[in-house]
T-cell receptor
Framework: GAVVSQHPSRVICKSGTSVKIECRSL??????MFWYRQFPKQSLMLMAT?????????EQGVEKDKFLINHASLTLSTLTVTSAHPEDSSFYIC????????????FGEGSRLTVL | GQSLEQPSEVTAVEGAIVQINCTYQ??????LSWYQQHDGGAPTFLSY????GLEETGRFSSFLSRSDSYGYLLLQELQMKDSASYFC????????????FGSGTQLTVLP
């Protein structure tokens, strides 16, 4: 089956530093990937849509200069949380859409970010 | 915009049948999906309905009524491992497959 890999699964950093999270589709090409954020006991909130070779589309209220997204290839999208602060601590999840397949998104394992 | 409503919690015993309802209000509609998420894990796809009716996949079934903007997930022969959060999600774009998730239903299966 399709597999999406996220790395790192857990990261702890100091306030003010930047953290990069990678999302890879391992056995299919993904022209579109999505980044979600999930706080404890809450739903997944779409942050941005990442399209290969073009700029990401951010949801309302998401700072594009703080959450940098790069989708440089058909199998890799990265999310960089710049100048992280404690309020950025969350579970970040990516998903990838396999071209031609409807209805099902393949999710990465998630990355838990803790900012001290 | 999109909004989805589902119960926050459901409790049932092993072997029982549980139905988790989802009502939605969307500006566009491109199918209703269901995802399961265990604590600390990633969501996993359960089912998808684009058309009205019932879709059955093993112990799980999902139903959609587009005229009622309503769907449900039916879990049969509950097992302890089914304890998890269940999210309904609506796709609102035919090209991008962007999903808007409901708030999730925490299912607890008791022995």
């Amino acid at each position: 089956g399709a597999v999406v890999s996220q790395h790192p699964s857990r990261v702890i950093c100091k306030s003010g530093t930047s953290v990069k999270i990678e999302c890879r589709s391992l056995d299919f090409q993904a022209t579109t990937m999505f980044w979600y954020r999930q706080f404890p006991k809450q739903s997944l909130m779409l942050m941005a849509t990442s399209n290969e070779g073009s700029k990401a589309t951010y949801e309302q209220g998401v700072e594009k200069d703080k959450f940098l997204i790069n989708h440089a290839s058909l199998t890799l999208s990265t999310l960089t949380v710049t100048s992280a602060h404690p309020e950025d601590s969350s579970f970040y999840i990516c998903s990838a859409l396999r071209t031609g397949l409807t209805g099902e998104l393949f999710f990465g394992e998630g990355s838990r970010l803790t900012v001290l | 915009g999109q909004s989805l409503e589902q119960p926050s919690e459901v409790t049932a015993v092993e072997g029982a049948i549980v139905q988790i309802n989802c009502t939605y209000q969307t500006s566009g509609f491109y199918g209703l999906s269901w995802y399961q998420q265990h604590d600390g894990g990633a969501p996993t796809f359960l089912s998808y309905n684009a058309l009205d009716g019932l879709e059955e996949t093993g112990r799980f079934s999902s139903f959609l009524s587009r005229s009622d903007s309503y769907g449900y997930l039916l879990l049969q022969e509950l097992q302890m491992k089914d304890s998890a959060s269940y999210f309904c999600a609506v796709g609102d774009s035919g090209s991008a497959r962007q999903l808007t998730f409901g708030s999730g239903t925490q299912l607890t299966v008791l022995p």
